[in-house]
T-cell receptor
Framework: DQQVKQNSPSLSVQEGRISILNCDYT??????FLWYKKYPAEGPTFLIS?????DKNEDGRFTVFLNKSAKHLSLHIVPSQPGDSAVYFC???????????FGQGTRLTINP | NAGVMQNPRHLVRRRGQEARLRCSPM?????VYWYRQLPEEGLKFMVY????????ESGMPKERFSAEFPKEGPSILRIQQVVRGDSAAYFC???????????FGSGTRLTVV
């Protein structure tokens, strides 16, 4: 039962344009959502998060949007840079739960 | 302040052998989490430990897998009688308290031949 889904295994974007990564979830008990970035042979690195009481959180070039009614969140990166090429994971957890449920990941490639 | 340290980075075991994966959390962190990433999949939660206690092991396979986080020393994930399906990247993360975000290590890549 995949509770967090990233339906696009890969995405290719031109440098300077906007990258939009999507994530859907099924568990309505999730109340905190995170995005992680992962380079090959390294561990995931925290990027940005959002609580279920918000619908948007912004940090520099990164913005996360949450649509609770659709159980959907997205990560926007603008402008995209070559160093953004990595695998991006969406993750979620519920109230009082320390474990994260991860999506399968989306491999983002930024083309010069 | 060193990050979360995992060793070894790469581990090769023959079927039937034991694998021991070590994780030293960041200084001041007493909460440790283990995740497993199978090829082409996301990370799957395995176990959450505090010093000397297992808090949540709902993601641990019922047999052959065990984890500990002793009062002194690193956290250990132990896999007995490894099989090919255990080949994966195993990531450890740590946090200073339960309601705080955590930091991942670089992982141990286990290959069972």
């Amino acid at each position: 039962d995949q509770q967090v889904k990233q339906n696009s295994p890969s995405l290719s974007v031109q440098e300077g344009r906007i990258s939009i990564l999507n994530c859907d979830y099924t568990n309505s008990m999730f109340d905190y959502f995170l995005w992680y970035k992962k380079y090959p042979a390294e561990g995931p690195t925290f990027l940005i998060s959002i609580s279920s009481i918000k619908d948007k959180n912004e940090d520099g070039r990164f913005t996360v949007f949450l649509n609770k009614s659709a159980k959907h969140l997205s990560l926007h990166i603008v402008p995209s840079q070559p160093g953004d090429s990595a695998v991006y994971f969406c993750a979620a957890n519920g109230v009082g739960a320390q474990k994260l449920v991860f999506g399968q990941g989306t491999r983002l490639t930024i083309n010069p | 302040n060193a990050g979360v340290m995992q060793n070894p980075r790469h581990l090769v075991r023959r079927r039937g052998q034991e694998a021991r994966l070590r994780c030293s959390p960041m200084k001041g962190h007493s909460h440790v989490y283990w995740y497993r990433q199978l090829p082409e999949e996301g990370l799957k939660f395995m176990v959450y430990l505090q010093k000397e206690n297992i808090i949540d092991e709902s993601g641990m396979p019922k047999e052959r897998f065990s984890a500990e986080f002793p009062k002194e020393g690193p956290s250990i994930l132990r896999i007995q009688q490894v099989v090919r399906g255990d080949s994966a990247a195993y990531f450890c993360a740590s946090s200073p308290r339960a309601d705080y975000g955590y930091t991942f290590g670089s992982g141990t890549r286990l290959t069972v031949v």
